[in-house]
């Protein structure tokens, strides 16, 4: 009994190391589809997954006008305080004071792409991009400001 | 057709012609050590590029292709790199021990390169006992990693040092029974009667499957004596950064790396010379023509050929099988390899007195 289990064990063992062996034999002869890209050499038509979290930024539409509403969760959110919002009050035309983004400031030098403030975001005013290429040789440009000069919040974006 | 032991001849008559037998044969010993440098310089190169481009293949990579045509300079880039660098010592470390470790290490890969049987009559010292011997220096090399891993005065090179002790001293055993399997068939230690022995065929084919069953025991315990994955305990990146040699950099590591590829290179060969006929081409018993167009193609090439196979094997198994936790390879020998190890050698053993082999 205990002999005929030892040696289904062994035959068990072997089947399963020869099935692998077989697939990384199969990758090994079969050498067309590479999974890794060529980065440099492929600049042009690199393709990066949806998910790739590259830097923050601030979408804009063709009228200058964000979705930021200044709630600054995305601030209260972010673990090493990579963004500052700076908040202004805009005077409504019904004359009322109406708080509103003077600046988002985005430390990119300091950012680990944990995504956090995406997430925070309750009107998705921010997302990642997928820029990669960030080397500056003066890193006073890695401080950014995401909301464009002039810019304000859309319409209907409570 | 011109031999390496026709040239190897003719170096030795005109040596003796021209100088004393004494001076005669230190001449000798340093052109032999040259060329065992020179072998081992270029097996790095070699097996480094493989390895790389083998591991790449298996993971649907490219592997290194920017250094010369397709990447195939990548390892003498590498080399010039470590040669440059610096070779730190630690400053808490046991320096003696620490600067020996690795040529020790080096050492122990060279003396086993003394039996191998390279070619038809190209042995650099064909002992009568080489097979022992091989087994012998084979556990010196874990000498130089528990020297390594002590003086480096590391924890984790501690831990590296001292799992490869347990996993050497263990698996040297089923490694020497699957080797006296081959010796019970051959009857004899020298390594040139046992590739002669296999001039009708090759022991994996005319030893049945006992035979077989020592082949793979054998190509087990060769990947678990030469560290490699997936019994990479003693280096086990993910857990012990680099285990034995963490401390170690510049030219002083290279010469650990170095060692590892070179052990792989001999216990190949040593698979091959017992299994698989060494040098031997691929003779049929009784076919006489189809044994002489055989011998057409240079021994160097057959012994090479089937030493870079079970080289590509043991690829094969690093970059398929994940690696074994401590108690999972002690089992593995313990309770497995060694037992049927002792069966197995039972077996040849009435296989050799009743003359059933071919």
């Known amino acids: ?158 | 057709m011109i031999s390496f032991s026709d040239i190897a001849t003719q170096i030795d008559s005109w040596l003796n012609a021209q100088f004393d037998p004494t001076i005669a044969l230190l001449i000798e010993g340093v052109i032999i050590g040259v060329a065992a440098i020179g072998l081992f310089a270029g097996l790095g190169l070699v097996l480094v590029i493989m390895e790389r481009k083998v591991s790449a293949w298996m993971q649907i990579r490219l592997g290194p292709n920017r250094v010369g045509p397709k990447g195939l300079l990548q390892s003498l880039a590498d080399t010039v790199k470590l040669l440059v660098k610096e070779g730190l010592t630690p400053s808490g470390s046991d320096k003696f021990l620490f600067n020996l470790a690795p040529f020790i290490a080096m050492i122990a890969a060279m003396l086993l390169l003394a039996p191998i049987g390279f070619a038809r009559n190209l042995y650099i010292w064909d002992l009568n006992i080489g097979v022992l011997y091989v087994a012998a220096i084979s556990s010196i090399s874990v000498i130089s990693v528990l020297m390594a891993g002590w003086s480096s005065n590391n924890k984790y090179s501690l831990l590296g040092a001292m799992r490869s002790g347990a996993q050497i001293v263990s698996y040297e055993l089923s490694a020497g029974l699957s080797i006296l399997t081959i010796v019970v068939l051959t009857g004899s230690l020298r390594v040139s009667d046992i590739i002669m022995a296999q001039e009708n065929g090759w022991w994996i084919f005319k030893g049945h499957i006992p035979v077989i069953i020592a082949f793979i025991i054998f190509l087990i315990a060769a990947t678990a004596e030469t560290n490699r994955a997936p019994f990479d305990l003693a280096e086990a990146e993910s857990e012990l950064t680099a285990g034995f040699h963490t401390e170690y950099s510049g030219m002083k590591f290279a010469l650990f790396f170095l060692a590892e590829y070179i052990n792989v290179f001999i216990v190949c060969a040593m698979g091959a010379t017992l299994f698989l006929g060494g040098w031997m081409p691929f003779h049929i018993g009784g076919w006489t023509g189809f044994n002489t167009i055989m011998d057409y193609i240079p021994s160097s090439i057959w012994f090479f050929g089937k030493t870079f196979f079970l080289i590509f094997v043991m690829m094969w198994f690093r970059w398929t099988f994940p690696r074994l936790r401590i108690d999972q390879l002690l089992n593995l020998e313990w309770k497995y390899l060694l037992p049927i190890g002792m069966v197995n050698i039972l077996l040849v053993t009435l296989i050799a007195i009743m003359g059933w082999h071919f």
Do not use: W
């Not at chain 1, 589809?33 to 790739?52: K, S, V």
């Not at chain 1, 923050?56 to 963004?83: D, F, Q």
């Open chain 1, 1 to 158: 009994m205990f002999l005929k289990e030892y040696i289904r064990n062994i035959a068990g063992g072997l089947k399963s190391l020869v099935t692998g062996m077989r697939m990384t034999g199969y990758y090994f002869t079969h050498h067309k589809e590479i999974i890794t890209q060529q980065y440099p050499d492929n600049r042009d038509t690199l393709e990066l997954p949806e998910r790739f979290k590259g830097e923050v930024v601030m979408p804009h539409n063709e009228h200058n006008e964000h979705r930021c509403t200044g709630c600054t969760a995305c601030e209260l959110a972010c673990p090493n305080g990579t963004i500052k919002v700076i908040t202004k009050f805009d005077v409504t035309p019904e004359g009322k004071k109406k708080k509103a983004i003077d600046k988002l400031v985005y430390h990119l030098e300091l950012c680990t792409m944990c995504n956090l403030c995406v997430e925070a975001c309750p009107s998705d005013a921010i997302k990642m991009a997928q820029t990669f290429e960030h080397s500056v040789f003066d890193r006073n440009q890695l401080t950014k400001v995401l909301n464009n000069p002039g810019s304000k919040i859309m319409e209907g974006v409570e």
